[in-house]
């Protein structure tokens, strides 16, 4: 299996999320939006210069700050 | 009186819903967030009189913000919820749903934008859906005005329904069951507004994009308010107003306390309405004619880009240089909300996660952001002297604005938290909703700024007639001369800004300034302080102790900025040389260390 933070994963891939490595709080307000544990996302756009990544997840798109994106670990799809 | 709620997650379009059905106004925009406090309206069925609830968008019943919580303290005191979702996102929307089903409530469902479910491909079986819930589930269209006479059918709805879908990853899985069964999704190929709405996040794209849609709002905004004002409002002024005003004076006596407050002061014989600061002259001139036209310009395109569903992208690509002042992507937003008024911008704040973000944003945007009446009356005084002016107090304001953003984030303690923002698919705006916006954000500046607007000329008659004015720039003014090089009479501008900013504006142009004095105050006017309306929702939300340090950093950039001015505009120009200093505590603010303290989760909370 191949795991690594959201925020590596490049454009145009899918991942599934596998687990958060940040609290309660950062649980929560992803899971708001429809990002849980097992969910697939597609990015949209990575990274560039500290800035947010944007995913895809179910028919939402979301843009995740840099850091929180670093403690999303995502499970990438090979292709 | 019977209470409907209309809940859902934010950006479904509650208040649009809400407008219809009460033919109350409220702003509505495509992004999360817009109704931060509740609204209430009112509409009429069969002689009862209904009392409907728009709450601020909320994504869960435990809240994470004070938006939220307002949505959540409201929920004991409808009668009826209508749930609102977005049948586009069911998903992420029906989290709120089995939530509030739990709440044994009477509710009805709401599947908006149901027009769009058609070109996503989107196919949801109502029957299926209602039969799973077993409450009434009407699918509707809210700026067309699809579906809303079933909603109203409905409104008597008591039916109570027991739900427990267990905790959250069981509601989770519910949820995902729900959605198999009743949803069909077939994949279409990349649309247009798919590609745009990629290409506008991407950095490399968006960023160009971003400043070409600034760089033609502005253009826009310009041309249209220039436009309305030579071609409606002065025209009207000079040939079909001034007579009537110039009989009036007549028969006034063309002097005296009276006529000089109602008229004002006549120069050489005539009206000038910026100059005779009487109440049916400047008074009625600077709001109607000198601001009205950019205000309705601006409100014009700030609507169209915020229904189309913009504003959020341009938070994507800002977000990591929002981090370097300690706030994050979604503060623009408020910040763009400032250029309009910065009332409703310090009410947006609020939308904000923490202490520390809410303290500086609010700091940043009263600082630096100057509000369309200002402007326009900037566009128009400081305009005259010659383009480069206005380029100048974009330039110092943006320079201020960081400045003080990351002197704030390094000397505060705490840390930014992180963007998590929901992006809204592009929408082609109504005509008709963005016109209803701009009407109801017209009328709300006719209301505040016409009898604030004649106070202040009441107020500068009374002041100069009792010697008042004299006696400041008697014992102030000398200071403001030697500072800020400007004349002791501009003690009049500050002390009227407070008031209102156009006004004060107003004031300055009997001084006949020159373009670095006229510079200066645009500037000074800007920063020194907030409008008292602005003031007093920021006292509110700040609380009276972020307050004063609020103010002493207003007060200390004044007299920085000010005392810069002076020196880097010697000469009426300004050499690349003197930028020498900001560059040096920019340098400076590099390499202060960030404070850490024990207390950084207090700001934190």
């Known amino acids: 299996m191949n795991t690594c933070k959201l925020s590596e994963v490049h454009k145009n891939n899918k991942c599934k999320v596998v687990n958060f490595e940040g609290g309660r709080c950062m649980t929560n307000k992803l899971s708001n939006l429809g990002i849980r544990v097992g969910k697939e996302l597609q990015i949209i756009n990575s990274s560039f210069m500290g800035g947010p990544i944007t995913v895809m997840s179910g028919s939402t798109k979301v843009a995740i700050g840099r850091n929180m994106a670093n403690r999303i670990i995502v499970e990438v799809n090979k292709l | 009186m019977k209470k409907i709620l209309l809940m859902g997650n934010p950006n479904v379009g509650k208040s649009v819903i809400f407008s219809k059905l009460t033919g109350t106004s409220v702003v509505s925009s495509n992004y999360a967030g817009t109704t931060v406090e509740y609204t209430k309206g009112h509409m009429k069925l069969n002689n009862e009189t209904i009392e409907i609830i728009d709450v601020p968008g909320t994504y869960t019943l435990n809240p994470t913000n004070k938006a939220e919580e307002v949505a959540v303290e409201m929920l004991d005191e409808g009668d009826l ?238 977000d990591n240089i929002m981090h370097k002042v300690g706030l994050h992507g979604f503060s623009i937003i408020p910040m763009i909300l400032g250029f309009g008024c910065n009332v409703p911008a310090a009410l947006a704040i609020r939308n904000l996660e923490n202490r520390r973000e809410k303290f500086i944003a609010s700091t940043l945007m009263a600082t630096t952001i100057p509000c369309m009446s200002q402007m326009a009356m900037v566009i128009g005084l400081l305009g005259s002297y010659g383009n480069k002016y206005l380029i100048y107090v974009f330039s110092v304001l943006l320079v201020v604005w960081i400045i003080i953003g990351s002197l704030m984030n390094k000397l505060i303690p705490g840390f930014s938290t992180d963007l998590l923002l929901e992006l809204p698919s592009f929408r082609i705006p109504s005509i008709v909703t963005v016109l209803k916006k701009l009407k109801m954000r017209v009328v709300g500046f006719l209301a505040e700024a016409l009898p604030m607007v004649l106070l202040g000329v009441f107020i500068i008659n009374i002041f100069y007639s009792l010697g008042i004015f004299d006696a400041l720039s008697l014992t102030i003014g000398p200071f403001l001369h030697r500072l800020f090089g400007v004349p002791s009479e501009a003690i009049d501008a500050l002390i009227m ?44 939300e700040l609380g009276v102790y972020d307050m004063l340090k609020a103010t002493l950093i207003m007060l200390t950039s004044t007299i920085v900025v000010g005392g810069y001015l002076n020196f880097a505009f010697q000469g009426d120009g300004f050499k690349i040389l003197r930028l020498v200093p900001v560059v040096i505590l920019f340098i400076i603010i590099q390499f202060i260390p960030k404070i850490k303290s024990k207390n950084s989760v207090e700001m934190n909370e």
């Open chain 2, 81 to 318: 919820i209508v749930n609102v979702l977005d049948s586009t996102n069911l998903e992420r929307n029906l989290n709120l749903t089995l939530q509030l089903l739990e709440r044994k409530k009477p509710m009805i469902i709401a599947l908006n934008f149901w027009d769009e479910t058609k070109h996503k491909g989107i196919k949801i079986d109502v029957n299926k859906m209602q039969k799973y819930f077993n409450v009434p589930v009407i699918p509707t269209a809210a700026t067309k005005g699809l579906g809303l006479k079933e909603i109203i059918k409905n409104f008597n709805y008591k039916k109570i329904v027991e739900h427990n879908f267990g905790n959250d990853d069981e509601r989770w899985s519910t949820i995902g069951k729900i959605i198999r069964n009743v949803q069909d999704i077939k994949h279409k190929h990349h649309s247009i507004t798919d590609v745009l709405e990629d290409i506008t996040v991407k950095p490399l794209t968006g960023i160009p994009i971003a400043l070409i849609v600034l760089a033609l709002s502005f253009m826009i905004i310009r041309f249209i308010g220039e436009g309305l004002i030579g071609h409606v409002a002065e025209p009207f002024f000079e040939s079909i107003y001034k007579p009537i005003i110039l009989k009036l004076s007549l028969l006034l006596g063309s002097d005296g306390f009276i006529h000089n407050l109602i008229i004002g002061e006549l120069i050489n014989g005539d009206i000038d309405f910026g100059q005779s600061f009487g109440l049916l002259t400047t008074g009625i001139f600077i709001p109607l004619a000198a601001v009205l036209p950019y205000i309705i310009s601006f409100y014009l395109i700030l609507g169209l880009l915020e229904d189309i569903g913009y504003l959020p992208r341009i938070s994507v690509l800002v």
């Open chain 2, 497 to 540: 800004g407070f008031l209102r900013k156009d006004i004060a504006m107003g004031v300055l142009i009997p001084l006949g300034l020159t373009g670095k004095q006229m510079l200066t105050m645009s500037i000074l006017l800007v920063i020194y302080f907030p409008c008292i309306a602005t003031f007093v929702i920021l006292l509110r």
